[in-house]
């Protein structure tokens, strides 16, 4: 007895094993169990509520072929000129394009229509779009609805499960998972045809304006655990080098810019100015990055504090607003009333948030190199959502998320079951376990707390080569402390892999910084040496695993031409 | 600032606990009460209102981010 893995821990067994059970993994679990494949879901938390939509979500983007601008050529052009040098316009075709006719039917499907009770849909237009694009509507219960259709469809879940490293069998094939559980602390092996991660952006990786690292505006329990996996065995990664910010209310790094600007506030400074067009001819509605870049400048430069002013609207848009307000951070209207002001008299004062990793745009992330079936650069493993490179928000999401549980489930119909070594098994379980028996010499929160606050220095908003190799010799002299990190019960032990796993994507992050001798995307890649867009960089850089360490390089890509349907 | 729980409407079905993102809420079985065991790790993402079939959770903000 007890010679097997099996002596370690509990082990499971699926064809489709996804790892984060957010939009892109529902969505994924939803597509594999249709296919007729054992699916299993593991999250931290229940996939009812976990991750990043959460509390609710107000607006899917979307071409629905009514105009010349409202076609799939003019969203992929726009594509290539919004996120050059990140997105593949030949992934993009795949991952939405072709999924998204089947992704408004199934949200319909679901009970999570994107139109209005009349049966209409409510569009609206911000972020440098060419049209309006964004379809508005009430995603509250988007999530609770999607976990719904998964278990309806026989997909199986491990909740408050963290899983921290993939298994592989002798030729690098990813054959499954461990993880543990985050309250009792059993160790699980998974053993899976194939795996898709989909754990979201990195984020808790720059400090935050208000000192709360939790006060961020994507989901503080995703921070980069697909990423840091998918290096570990040697996945490809690309667009790491980005730097994503926002702008957000002052104190609260909520979503829900997007529906002031869509509706029509405008964002002013101290004197009232509508400084936007100043930065940008589209104005408050100007891509992300340069609204970023206008309120940080503005701030700097001594015409500050900043506000959005939505006294302007009517009636009935301060009544649609307020409305998709709480639809995307269910808790705004609370800190907005809270605050004491009232949108139709008051000021909502703003500021630039944290920045976080994910991605230029809308439409792609930082992560996992996918190809046009979101397989990742190694068999067996796939990729879905914000922790790849080329998925981002709620329609990207959904539709690429549903492509990638296709896409793992035709694949795992064909392999066979594998088991990894017990050495292999032996030696992950000692490695998780290791923070329980640490010195406790350092903190986590400390250490965690340092590493933003350097980052930010060294590697955030403005960069250059001295900063960002001082940022790489710093993260080598901290790391040399985080085996002294001790874990007290086992969710300090999930806190402690979440350093671990930011950590690991903030070298990615410096290493692909320094060979993107550009800038690119305003401040979310700004290399003080390197201050202009320059076209030989239109691609993306590459970050990979050697035995010699991080490696990178340059994968050119083609803008000249639209991809065939 | 975390989520305030009324006790007095709170039913005990866990589901705040069950539901919460960041792991912040953990029911007390012994008490059979929940417990805002983490409140620095709170998103205030409002899952746990929402999803309270009473209506026992309130989200106060706190003055580190009202008045920051
Ligand atoms: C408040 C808010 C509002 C938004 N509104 C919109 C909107 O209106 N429209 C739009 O287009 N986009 C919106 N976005 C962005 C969009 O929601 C995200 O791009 C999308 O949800 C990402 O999906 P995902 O599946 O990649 O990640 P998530 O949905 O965040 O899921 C990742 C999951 O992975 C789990 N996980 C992380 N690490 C581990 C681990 N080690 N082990 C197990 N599980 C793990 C997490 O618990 C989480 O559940 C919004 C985002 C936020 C935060
Ligand atoms: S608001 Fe969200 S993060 Fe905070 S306790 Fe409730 S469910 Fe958890
Ligand atoms: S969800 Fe509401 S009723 Fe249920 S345990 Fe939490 S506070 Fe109590």
């Known amino acids: 007895m007890g010679k097997g893995i099996e002596q370690f821990g509990e082990v499971l067994k699926t064809d489709v094993l996804i790892v984060g059970g957010g939009l892109a993994g529902n969505n994924a679990a939803i597509a594999a169990c249709e296919v007729g494949a054992k699916v299993l879901i593991a999250d931290k938390s229940s996939i009812e509520r976990c991750g990043a939509i959460a ?263 301060m009544k649609h607003l307020k409305t998709t307000l709480g639809y995307d951070k269910d808790t705004l209207p609370d800190f907005i009333e809270q605050k004491g002001i009232d949108l139709r008299k008051d000021l909502l004062e703003i500021m630039a948030s944290e920045g976080m990793q994910a991605g230029p745009s809308e439409i792609c992330s930082s992560g996992i190199m996918i190809d046009e079936e979101t397989k990742s650069t190694v068999e067996g493993l796939f990729g879905a959502g914000d922790c790849t490179d080329q998925m981002r928000c709620s329609h990207v999401c959904t539709t690429g998320g549903y492509l990638a549980g296709k896409m793992a489930a035709k694949y795992a119909l064909t392999f066979t079951q594998e088991e990894p070594s017990v050495n292999q098994v032996k030696e992950l379980k000692r490695k998780v376990y290791a923070p329980m028996r640490a010195s406790g010499k350092v903190s986590q929160k400390s250490f965690e707390d340092t590493m933003r606050r350097m980052l930010w220095v ?28 001790k874990a007290g019960n086992y969710h300090e032990l999930m806190r402690t892999h979440e350093t671990r796993q930011i950590l690991s994507v903030a070298k990615m992050m410096c290493h692909a910084s320094l060979a993107r001798k550009e800038t690119r995307f305003g401040v979310f890649h700004r290399r003080t040496d390197y201050p202009e867009t320059n076209p030989e960089f239109d691609g993306q850089i590459v970050v990979v695993n050697t035995d010699q360490g991080i490696k990178t390089f340059f994968n050119k890509l083609d803008y000249s031409t639209i991809p065939e349907p | 600032m975390p989520p305030v729980i009324d006790l007095d409407k709170c039913t005990g079905c866990g589901t705040c606990d069950a539901h919460c993102p960041l792991d912040v809420i953990h029911y007390n079985e012994k008490k059979n009460i929940p417990v805002v065991k983490y409140p620095d790790e709170c998103w205030h993402c409002g899952s746990c209102r929402l999803d309270c079939p009473v209506g026992a959770i309130t989200i106060k903000f706190g003055p580190e981010m009202l008045y920051v």
């Open chain 1, 458 to 485: 060294y590697a955030g908003a403005s960069r250059n080569e001295y900063s960002l190799n001082t940022a790489l010799e710093k993260l080598d002299g901290l790391e040399k402390y985080f085996n002294e990190i």
């Open chain 1, 55 to 317: 509390g609710g979500v107000d607006h899917f983007m979307a071409y629905l072929n009514t105009d010349t601008w409202d076609t799939r050529e003019a969203y992929l052009e726009w594509a290539g000129r919004i996120a050059r040098g990140a997105v593949n316009l030949k992934i993009q075709n795949a991952v939405f394009c072709r999924e998204l006719e089947a992704a408004i039917e199934r949200m319909d499907r679901i009970g999570c229509s994107l139109r209005q009770p009349s049966g209409e849909f409510y569009r609206t237009t911000s972020f440098g779009l060419p049209g309006p694009y964004m379809i508005n509507f009430n995603g509250k219960n988007l999530k609770p609805l999607l976990a719904k259709e998964a278990r309806r469809l026989g997909a199986m879940t491990l909740e408050k499960c963290s899983i921290t490293n993939l298994l592989t069998n002798g030729n690098g094939k990813v054959i499954g998972a461990v993880g543990f559980n985050i309250r009792k602390g059993n160790f699980y092996i998974i053993l899976a045809k194939t795996t898709i991660l989909a754990t979201g952006n990195t984020n808790r990786i720059f400090q935050n304006p208000t000192g709360l690292p939790f006060n961020t505006w994507q989901c503080p329990a995703n921070t980069g655990a697909a990423q840091t996996m998918a290096f570990e065995v040697g996945a490809h990664l690309a667009n790491m080098e980005i730097v994503r910010i926002t702008v957000v209310p002052r104190g609260f790094s909520a979503a829900g810019l997007n529906a002031l600007t869509g509706m029509g506030g405008k964002i002013v400074n101290a004197k009232g100015e509508e400084f936007m067009f100043k930065y940008h001819p589209m104005g408050n509605k100007a891509p992300r990055y340069k609204l970023v870049e206008g309120v940080m400048r503005e701030i700097e430069e001594g015409r500050g504090p900043v506000y959005i002013d939505c006294r302007h609207l009517s009636e009935g848009d």
